[in-house]
């Protein structure tokens, strides 16, 4: 039952990224309350801090107060009533990631993508160094981070990328990604698929500025899973999909005008 509660909590978190809107808080304060109904008379919940991301339910995102649900969840006695924690927030304290300015989105994205490298970083060092009680202690911070804020922004970053054609955020990608090869995320292909579909060629062409050619042939399978997975293709699996055919074609030359290259 446990196993089955993650699961069931683990999907629904999935979900919001289609149903809400990515967001951080709008105070001098450092946090803000969350309540249980739609106004300061409502019971407060718990708060939510400055560097806690959440989502507002688009059904309420014009109204005064917005419901938010965050990635904490509350325990419970049993494992299967475990549930997220969700309350509302005055409108006035919430800011919504897309409607930053670009500059403020990139700021944020290139934080995160810092912190995940370095996270990465700090395991392979602990790994060479044979040091296990390290190698516990930032695998937990590495995973709490990949849950709470890299899982998140990699799901915001390709509408930034396909509004801005920032190429510089694609190459610290490649980088973060690269150090972070030993992760078992997928959530990084489905990112950079849906940034390959916006912008093939940008894309592709960042690839030229990787230097080892196990790194390039790695970004170019990070691509393809994407690629699949935003199509829904099962691997191996021929599709009659002609974006999908194009976009795969030219994935390919590519593949092998760089790789045969260097």
């Excluded at 300061?40 to 649900?69: A, G, M, Q, R």
């Excluded at 996270?119 to 790994?127: G, K, Q, R, V």
């Excluded at 093939?200 to 990070?222: A, C, G, M, T």
């Excluded at 699996?237 to 074609?249: Q, V």
Aim: net charge negative.
């Amino acid at each position: 039952m446990k196993q089955l509660a993650i699961l069931l909590f683990l999907f629904c978190a999935v979900s919001l990224f289609a149903q809400g809107k990515l967001a951080i808080i709008n105070d001098s304060d450092g946090y803000v309350n969350i309540r249980k109904g739609k106004g300061t008379n409502y019971e407060v919940i718990t708060t939510i801090n400055k560097d806690e991301f959440f989502y507002c339910d688009t059904t309420t995102i014009k109204d005064e107060w917005i419901k938010i649900l965050t990635m904490r969840w509350q325990m419970a006695p049993k494992w299967e009533d475990i549930k997220r924690i969700e309350g509302y927030v005055h409108r006035s304290r919430i800011q919504i990631i897309e409607n930053l300015s670009y500059k403020k989105q990139k700021e944020l994205i290139v934080e995160i993508l810092n912190k995940q490298k370095q996270l990465a970083e700090n395991i392979h060092t602990a790994w060479e160094a044979k040091d296990s009680l390290a190698l516990v202690k930032i695998g937990e911070e590495r995973s709490f981070h990949n849950d709470y804020k890299y899982d998140l922004i990699l799901e915001f970053l390709p509408t930034y990328f396909c509004s801005t054609q920032d190429t510089a955020i694609i190459q610290l990608f490649y980088e973060t990604m690269w150090e972070d090869s030993g992760s078992a995320n997928e959530m990084p292909s489905f990112t950079i698929g849906k940034c390959y579909v916006c912008y093939p060629d940008l894309v592709i062409s960042q690839i030229n500025y990787l230097e080892d050619k196990e790194e390039k042939e790695f970004i170019f399978n990070k691509i393809e899973l994407g690629l699949l997975n935003y199509f829904g293709i099962e691997e191996d699996e021929k599709s009659d999909n002609e974006e999908y055919n194009n976009l795969k074609t030219k994935l390919n030359n590519e593949r092998k005008k760089l790789t045969t290259n260097h």
